[in-house]
């Protein structure tokens, strides 16, 4: 089967992309300033307070730990504040500065990062990995796993994975197996002395799900991206992310693994096996401790980071401002145009209705008639709750953090986009 670049923006968005020139005409504020009000920013105050009673109810009944918001319209904050507790044991509140797992949030910085190097004619998207990672070259589709021994009969694929795959999650890498089990693949984390570099190349031996571009599979792709991005540059991926990202943003508490100065400000993990179950300190010691513990050399583009919402609200500010934010730009506009447009045709996200770009999920028309927002908006969150969403229509950012795992409540996300936008006047 021919493999056809899927780019749609113009039929399944609605325009050439998500960032348009409405927007580049719009403010691009390089530091976050309070609202005066929130009237002043186009938001109800008293609209507001729903989000207060919602999340103080749910932190109070122990339908979660604790939470944090941050909503900015024009680059003015209009909410920002946090409820519940970062130890419930002891009582200990939680606060705008804690630190939170962010998990597959890390995502979508990864993806900038490699973008950044592509600005810098470093690869093309459609550039087979292999030329990079020699591991990757003629890869095999499963077609059975043999339960026994998690062996696999194979098929040559149809081409090779290309970087494209990668950052759209077409390549047919899931996020395990048994066979993945077998080979010791880290899902999110590993407290190992591994690096990624070692583990991406035993994942590049291991056959893939499909062939390449022929369906969406969230998985570990960016975790291979992850490790594609330090052979580019030449930088393990903790520097370059510091250096190239997180010192120009001003992201001064995102890490891989806290300095030992600011592990208390790093919120517990907690973990509910149902909806109407107790809230119970997650035993699961790699998820618990992993940002202080272990060999801490695991860099995981996928899901390793850590941080605060201010942190990661200035990355999406950035984004939102056409790359640019703290008065230095990370990327040019029409890469963020790029980005943000559909490179997976017409297969969706999972049952969102929704696309998938270099990155992140794009919200198309059916998907915004599920829930109340825009088309356009993009975003993505985290397993251990986390979530942010981008609005270049309404020049809006928001997230919301916690942390638990298990955590049967995903419409938390859902209810406080509601919240969000049934606030704005």
């Excluded at 609605?14 to 920013?41: I, R």
Aim: net charge positive; charged share 20%.
């Amino acid at each position: 089967m021919k493999f056809i670049r899927p780019f749609l923006c113009a039929l399944i968005l609605g325009s050439a992309s998500v960032f348009n020139a409405a927007h580049a005409q719009q403010l691009k504020p390089q530091k976050f300033t309070y609202a005066a009000k929130p009237e002043a920013a186009g938001f109800s105050a008293l609209r507001l307070a729903r989000v207060d009673a919602m999340l103080k109810k749910y932190t109070h009944n122990g339908t979660m730990p604790n939470a944090v918001t941050f909503i900015a319209k024009n680059g003015k904050i209009v909410h920002f504040k946090s409820y519940g507790y970062s130890n419930i044991e002891s009582k200990t509140l939680v606060n705008n500065n804690s630190i939170f797992r962010i998990a597959s949030q890390t995502k979508a910085i990864t993806s900038v990062a490699l973008m950044m190097l592509y600005e810098e004619g470093k690869f093309l998207l459609d550039d087979p990995v292999s030329s990079y990672i020699p591991e990757f070259k003629n890869p095999q589709v499963i077609v059975a796993i043999n339960d026994k021994d998690s062996t696999a009969s194979t098929r040559p694929a149809k081409r090779e994975i290309t970087v494209r795959d990668l950052l759209s999650h077409t390549s047919g890498i899931p996020y395990g197996n048994k066979m993945y089990a077998k080979a010791k693949i880290p899902g999110v984390n590993s407290l190992e002395n591994e690096t990624i570099g070692s583990v991406v190349k035993r994942l590049a031996k291991l056959p893939i799900s499909h062939d390449p571009g022929e369906a969406y599979t969230y998985g570990l792709n960016t975790d291979v991206l992850g490790y594609l991005v330090e052979v580019l540059s030449g930088m393990p991926l903790d520097k370059y992310f510091k250096t190239k990202i997180f010192d120009p943003l001003g992201m001064a508490d995102t890490y891989f693994y806290l300095p030992p100065n600011k592990k208390s400000r790093l919120v517990n993990l907690y973990g509910k096996d149902s909806l109407n179950a107790p809230l119970v300190f997650s035993t699961n010691i790699a998820n618990q401790t992993y940002p202080y513990s272990g060999a801490k050399v695991y860099f995981s583009g996928g899901a390793g980071l850590v941080g605060p919402i201010e942190d990661y609200a200035k990355f999406c500010q950035m984004l939102l401002n056409g790359g640019t934010f703290n008065g230095n730009q990370i990327l040019g506009r029409k890469t963020i145009e790029l980005m943000t447009c559909n490179q997976i045709g017409e297969k969706e996200v999972w049952d969102t209705g929704n696309k998938f770009g270099l990155g992140f999920e794009i919200t198309t028309e059916k998907g915004n008639a599920k829930q109340m927002g825009n088309t356009g908006v993009y975003g993505w969150g985290g397993m251990y709750a986390t979530d942010y969403k981008i609005d270049p229509k309404e020049n809006l950012i928001f997230l919301i953090y916690t942390n638990a795992n298990p955590f049967p409540n995903p419409d938390i996300n859902k209810r406080y986009r509601g919240l969000v936008y049934q606030a704005l006047k």
